[in-house]
Nanobody, 119 residues
């Protein structure tokens, strides 16, 4: 019902920046919020940032002040601007979309994009 396509990952040096993009298609009207998760090898997947349809954003403490999540005007694309990157930010980053509870509350995932930060 909802497809998520991510882009923007890559290899950067510590202190550098990347911007991740996620384009949603399909049943756009069923999406309540979108966000980003990340998972490093041997680590639990963790929430990085999220944003609601109303524009409220929240961040993990580990990225607060460095990362910014935003949406486009059509509300079908989310971005994650990542500044002051650290080696510990290295992970596969996944875009997610959570559906409205009224429509089933489904959770959708992108394919993931690798972010590697070198020291």
């Amino acid at each position: 019902q909802v497809q998520l396509v991510e882009s923007g990952g890559g290899l950067v040096q510590a202190g550098g920046s990347l911007r991740l993009s996620c384009v949603a298609s399909g049943s756009i009207n069923s999406i309540a919020s979108m966000g980003w998760y990340r998972q490093a090898p041997g680590k639990q997947r963790e929430s990085v940032a999220g944003i609601t349809n109303g524009g409220r954003a929240n961040y993990a403490d580990s990225v607060k002040g460095r990362f910014t999540i935003s949406r486009d005007n059509a509300k079908n694309t989310v971005f994650l601007q990542m500044n002051s990157l650290k080696p510990e930010d290295t992970a596969v980053y996944y875009c997610n979309a959570d559906g409205l509870v009224l429509t089933g509350g489904h959770r959708y995932w992108g394919q993931g994009t690798q972010v590697t930060v070198s020291s």
